[in-house]
């Protein structure tokens, strides 16, 4: 299995919502990433888990709150965003915490009312 | 095209042709590129890499150019086919290992 997957594929919210995002891997990575990519631009890193610990957080509002439950899985949870934070959401993975292989889910785009 | 900021720089080509797409990148100190492809709907996909010690490196109809006196990447495309119409990224690892995309050119091929 050399898939990542997220659910959902779409996700419609109010700015006063609460909201997960899900990834999930099954290839035995280590590492697992959080994206951001809003329209007609490159995806822009926001957290790195490495060996289901935080190693970075690139200065996202706390308004996004990753967790890392196991190896296979990572939740990024929603709460009070704003319209602005309408974006392609991607997950992504690699074998340990290198660029090298990182494998790259289908995302969620979410909108914001 | 290279990434300028705000839009998508688009290269139109036609079936069969060869495709250059250019990368402009910011880190003398990245030891690592890679290319993405983007498709619509999907998210990256990896496509080829190379590190700064090399010049080219070459895969399957692909191959990736790098020259780093004037930072410059390339990957070129033979035989441009329509499945290759997509969103082009270019991606350097900086600092901490982490990498940073480049703006990204659209790819499409007309039949």
């Known amino acids: 299995d050399t898939e990542v997957t997220q659910t959902p594929k779409h996700l419609v919210m109010g700015m006063t919502n609460k909201k997960s995002l899900k990834c999930e891997q099954h290839?035995?990575?280590?590492?697992m990433y959080w994206y951001k990519q809003k329209a007609k631009k490159p995806p822009e890193l926001m957290f790195v888990y490495s060996y289901e610990k935080l190693s970075i957080n690139e200065s996202v509002p706390s308004r996004f709150s990753p967790e890392c439950p196991n190896s296979s899985l990572l939740n990024l949870h929603l709460h009070a965003l704003q319209p602005e934070d309408s974006a392609l959401y991607l997950c992504a993975s690699s074998p340990v915490r290198d660029t090298i292989s990182q494998y790259f889910g289908p995302g969620t785009r979410l909108l914001v009312l | 095209g290279e990434s300028v900021g705000l839009h998508l720089p688009t290269l139109s080509v036609q079936e069969g042709d060869n495709s250059i797409i250019n990368c402009a990148y910011s880190n003398s100190a990245s030891d690592y590129f890679i290319w993405y492809k983007q498709e619509s709907g999907k998210g990256p996909q990896f496509i080829i890499d190379i590190r700064s010690n090399m010049d080219k490196r070459q895969g399957q109809r692909v191959t990736v150019l790098l020259n780093k006196t004037v930072k410059h990447l390339s990957l070129q495309i033979a035989a441009t086919q329509p499945g290759d119409s997509a969103v082009y990224f270019c991606a350097e690892n900086n600092a901490g290992n982490m990498l940073t995309f480049g703006g990204g050119t659209r790819l499409m091929v007309k039949p």
């Open positions: 290839m035995g990575h280590r590492a």
